[in-house]
């Protein structure tokens, strides 16, 4: 290309898209990153901001497929070979290329250092013989994430304290308190052995409806097992997980400090039956 051609080229292409198509195809292909936004026929998916008439771009690139949207933005599907004319019309002013999504949890887990402490098994910081406690919505016990390998339940108490005691069905509050009903291992390990929704909620109907308790407990201590290859475990994947849904009393549906702190006393008076540390996230 020309000197001016060469200059708008540096100008208008954003560094990590120069970068690609500076690369080989060996560097590209081994890359997930270099080859974001390009595919196998030569063509290539890119940002544009530019001025002026949509028709007339789309009419100077007749070849490309253009979508428009607000801002003067475009999202263009353009061959390789057509990337530095694009860079030199003059109505363009920037051209990037797509970047990958992830979920906020890689960059978090990156950003804390977590991976690289998990990736490193000689520290052996997985959070086992700890207790970790989320007083918070409840929790979807049966995600895989609180399951052991062989589909055992991961939490060693579940004190539900919407769920009216029922000793009939063999449902109590825990001992020294009123309230709600204290589901044991036991009784969850039987909902998981079950078929079906219906029959495991009947067992152990305890259900987080928001999801907040669910999400808390997994960025803590979620073992990974419901993403491809335990990507996504949290902070303390062996760690047991001892769980309270607090209470929503009354006509605004917002749990109190009472139940707030009955839970924390039921935590803590738990954590030193067992004998073991425990961290609590209310």
Excluded at 39 to 47: E, N, P, V
Excluded at 114 to 143: F, M, P, R, W
Excluded at 206 to 232: E, F, K, L, M, P
Aim: charged share 20%.
């Amino acid at each position: 290309m020309d000197n001016m051609n060469t200059m708008d080229f540096n100008q208008k292409i954003d560094v990590s898209l120069r970068a690609s198509l500076e690369a080989t195809p060996v560097e590209r292909n081994a890359s997930d990153d270099l080859s974001t936004g390009s595919s196998s026929d030569g063509f290539w998916d890119l940002i544009v901001l530019y001025t002026g008439s949509p028709q007339t771009l789309q009419n100077e690139f007749p070849s490309s497929s253009f979508t428009f949207l607000l801002g003067n933005y475009a999202i263009v599907k353009i061959s390789e070979n057509d990337i530095p004319s694009l860079a030199a019309f003059p109505q363009v002013i920037y051209i990037e290329r797509p970047r990958q999504l992830f979920f906020e949890i890689v960059s978090a887990r990156q950003a804390s250092c977590l991976s690289a402490i998990q990736e490193n098994s000689s520290y052996g910081l997985t959070g086992k013989g700890i207790l970790i406690s989320v007083i918070d919505s409840g929790i979807d016990y049966a995600h895989p994430d609180f399951c052991n390998p062989d589909k055992t339940t991961r939490l060693v108490a579940l004190w539900d304290q919407t769920i009216l005691a029922d000793p009939s069905a063999g449902r109590f509050a825990p001992a020294g308190y009123s309230q709600g009903t204290l589901f044991s291992p036991e009784q969850i390990n039987a909902a998981l052995q079950t078929a079906g929704h219906e029959e495991r909620f009947r067992l152990v109907p305890s259900r987080d409806i928001s999801g907040h308790g669910t999400a808390v407990a997994g960025i803590a201590a979620g073992n990974g097992r419901g993403s491809q290859g335990g990507r996504y475990r949290g902070v303390a994947p062996e760690a047991e997980l001892l769980i309270v849904k607090m209470g929503i009393p009354g006509e605004y549906g917002f749990p109190r400090t009472t139940q707030l702190m009955r839970g924390v006393d039921y935590i803590i008076r738990k954590a030193e039956e067992l004998k073991k540390p425990v961290a609590v996230n209310i």
